[in-house]
T-cell receptor
Framework: GAVVSQHPSWVICKSGTSVKIECRSL??????MFWYRQFPKQSLMLMAT?????????EQGVEKDKFLINHASLTLSTLTVTSAHPEDSSFYIC????????????FGSGTRLTVV | LAKTTQPISMDSYEGQEVNITCSHN???????ITWYQQFPSQGPRFIIQ???TKVTNEVASLFIPADRKSSTLSLPRVSLSDTAVYYC????????????FGKGTRLHILP
């Protein structure tokens, strides 16, 4: 089946630094990918929709200058958390559509970001 | 996207059948019902999808009444490894439509 690979699975960074998270579609092309953030004991919150070759669409309340999204190819989208702060510590998940219908969405394994 | 309502949490015992019901009163004609499972520190995983009546796969069954205003995910003979959060999603998802997750149901299986 369609697989989305997310890397790294966990990262610890110092406050003020930037961190890049990669999301790759391994056996299919993804024109659109989605980025979610999840805090402990909470549901997934959609941050942005990443479109290949164009600017990402951010959900209301998500700072586009802080969470930089690049979708330069049909198999790779990246999320860069810039000038990270402890409150950015969270679980970040990407997903991509592989076909019509909700069953067509596959998710990455997630990235645990801890900012110290 | 239709709003969904699920129980926040449920407990059950190993070997039991677990039924999780999701209400979606405003479901539209073209909407499908999809359930995802999420383990701690992992991305969601597709379980089952249906439009009406009953759907069964190797993991679960999905029961949808004629009015489609609710659906029930049935997990037969659960084990400890079924402890997870289960999300009910309703929508007419085009290829690139975004998915908005509700709160989900936290299922805890006891030995």
């Amino acid at each position: 089946g369609a697989v989305v690979s997310q890397h790294p699975s966990w990262v610890i960074c110092k406050s003020g630094t930037s961190v890049k998270i990669e999301c790759r579609s391994l056996d299919f092309q993804a024109t659109t990918m989605f980025w979610y953030r999840q805090f402990p004991k909470q549901s997934l919150m959609l941050m942005a929709t990443s479109n290949e070759g164009s600017k990402a669409t951010y959900e209301q309340g998500v700072e586009k200058d802080k969470f930089l999204i690049n979708h330069a190819s049909l198999t790779l989208s990246t999320l860069t958390v810039t000038s990270a702060h402890p409150e950015d510590s969270s679980f970040y998940i990407c997903s991509a559509s592989v076909g019509q219908g909700a069953y067509g969405y596959t998710f990455g394994s997630g990235t645990r970001l801890t900012v110290v | 996207l239709a709003k969904t309502t699920q129980p926040i949490s449920m407990d059950s015992y190993e070997g039991q059948e677990v039924n999780i019901t999701c209400s979606h009163n405003n479901i539209a004609t073209n909407d499908y019902i999809t359930w995802y499972q999420q383990f701690p520190s992992q991305g969601p995983r597709f379980i089952i999808q249906g439009y009406k009546t009953k759907v069964t796969n190797e993991v679960a069954s999905l029961f949808i009444p004629a009015d489609r205003k609710s659906s029930t995910l049935s997990l037969p003979r659960v084990s400890l490894s079924d402890t997870a959060v289960y999300y009910c999603l309703v929508g007419d998802h085009g290829r690139d439509d975004k998915i908005i997750f509700g709160k989900g149901t936290r299922l805890h299986i006891l030995p």
